[in-house]
Each structure stands twice: as structure tokens, then as C-alpha cells.
């Protein structure tokens, strides 16, 4: 499996912006899926973005659509979540997820086998 190590996550005031990275190590990068999830405290784990391959399509929660913005630099073994404007209800754990398939990511995260251990995200109102 592809090892993933989050970071950049904080305490940032509403309205506020973060940029979580996510290091990949282990196997080849460009043969994954990347996203990102998140689990609010006493919630479910919730999908927040996806990007493929090669970084041309990106898929969105409706709850972020317009906010955050996934990338991927495939020659560093990175990706990144951009959120601005970011509001209180945005509070969670931060986790990086890799799979072959994008649509794993996306519609069938409970087969995912590659998580991060996620990072922090505090936003005060």
C-alpha cells in the first residue's frame, strides 16, 4: 500500500483559509486516486474531494463546491486541499486516501485500503 502523511491543519478563524498537504510514499503516485475526507467529532467519515490520475478531473462535496480546491503534483508525491472560507461546520479530523479507482474514492470509501492518519482542522466562529 501507498504510505500518507497529512499536514497543515490549525486553528483558523472563520472565513479563514488552510492548505492540508498529503506526502506520499511507498509506491508509484501517479498510479493512484487521491482524496480527502473528513469526520467531524461523533460524525461519520464524509467525502470532501477526490482528483484522478493525473490530476485532470476533480470531483467535490456539494458542501464545498466553490471553497476548496484538491491538486495533485504528481513529480513531488503531493496533494493538497486548498480551503478558503472556511466556516465552523468545516471543523474535523483532515485524512488523505489513495486508491487505484477513482470512483472507489468517491462512492465506495469503506474499500479504500490506503488512509493518512489525518490532521486537525479547527475553525472558530
Known amino acids: 500500500q501507498v504510505q500518507l502523511v497529512e499536514s497543515g491543519g490549525g486553528l483558523v478563524q472563520a472565513g479563514g483559509s488552510l492548505r492540508l498537504s498529503c506526502a506520499a510514499s511507498?509506491?508509484?503516485?501517479?498510479?493512484?486516486?487521491m482524496g480527502w475526507f473528513r469526520q467531524a467529532p461523533g460524525k461519520e467519515r464524509q467525502f470532501v474531494a477526490a482528483?484522478?490520475?493525473?490530476?485532470?478531473?476533480?470531483w467535490y462535496a456539494d458542501s464545498v463546491k466553490g471553497r476548496f480546491t484538491i491538486s495533485r503534483d504528481n513529480d513531488k508525491n503531493m496533494v493538497y486541499l486548498q480551503m478558503n472560507n472556511l466556516q465552523p461546520e468545516d471543523t474535523g479530523r483532515y485524512y488523505c486516501?489513495?486508491?487505484?479507482?477513482?470512483?472507489?474514492?468517491?462512492?465506495?470509501?469503506?474499500?479504500?485500503?490506503?488512509w493518512g492518519l489525518g490532521t486537525l482542522v479547527t475553525v472558530s466562529s
Open positions: 486516501a489513495a486508491d487505484s479507482v477513482s470512483a472507489t474514492i468517491r462512492d465506495r470509501p469503506m474499500a479504500i485500503k490506503s
Open positions: 511507498g509506491r508509484t503516485f501517479s498510479d493512484y486516486a
Open positions: 482528483v484522478n490520475r493525473f490530476g485532470t478531473h476533480t
